[in-house]
């Protein structure tokens, strides 16, 4: 069965496409707690979209998260996080501090995601072909996240639906 608990602290890795509500998700968590990788783009570059400067972003990410750990404070990774090897970074550092890492899959439909794109600026739009990708990436990786390392799987869609039911509980 799926198991859906979040612990705390924790370190919560978001999973899905570019378009698919990652941020949407993150901001439901305080804002001290999100490290957002657009940001730490920004942060480089001056420019969130700038894809050269994903490496750079990402060691000040990690650097960050790590500070964090250290200190026991649930993070939330909010990048698309789609690949197996970006994973297993985060991993590593979750492992190191003794946090239990989970993942968060936001598997929106992949014509939603590509949807989405069109309303953003040239800078921040994602090419078509990357978003279906990262849509195929993050359902492959579904039944493997336990195995590399994350105590718990958490989809969503079925978070966003119990929290409807709970609504329409108390209505
Ligand atoms: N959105 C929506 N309904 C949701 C979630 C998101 O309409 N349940 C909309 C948001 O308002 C936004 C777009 O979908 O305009 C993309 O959501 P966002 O959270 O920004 O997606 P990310 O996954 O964070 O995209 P990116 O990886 O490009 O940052
Ligand atoms: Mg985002």
């Known amino acids: 069965p799926l198991d859906t608990t979040i612990p705390d602290p924790a370190l919560i890795v978001l999973i899905g496409a570019a378009g ?22 920004a942060m480089v570059s001056d420019c969130a979209g700038d894809q050269s400067a994903t490496l750079a972003a990402a060691t000040v990410l990690h650097t960050a998260l790590e500070a964090r750990l250290a200190r026991k404070k649930t993070t939330v990774i909010d990048a698309t996080n ?15 501090y003794g946090v239990p890492a989970v993942a968060f899959l936001v598997s929106t439909p992949a014509d939603v995601c590509v949807a989405r794109q069109t309303g953003r600026s040239p800078a921040r739009a994602v090419p078509e072909d990357v978003v279906r990708r990262q849509h195929a990436e993050t359902i492959a990786a579904f039944p493997h996240l336990r195995a590399e390392g994350f105590a718990h799987v ?13 609504r329409r509980a108390g209505d």
């Open 154 to 166: 958490v989809l969503a869609d079925r978070v966003h639906r119990l929290e409807l039911l709970l």
């Open 82 to 96: 789609t690949e197996a090897h970006v994973r297993a970074g985060l991993l590593d550092i979750a492992r190191s």
């Open 20 to 41: 698919s509500g990652k941020s949407t998700w993150a901001r439901t968590w305080p804002s001290t707690q999100v490290l957002e990788l657009d940001q730490f783009r």
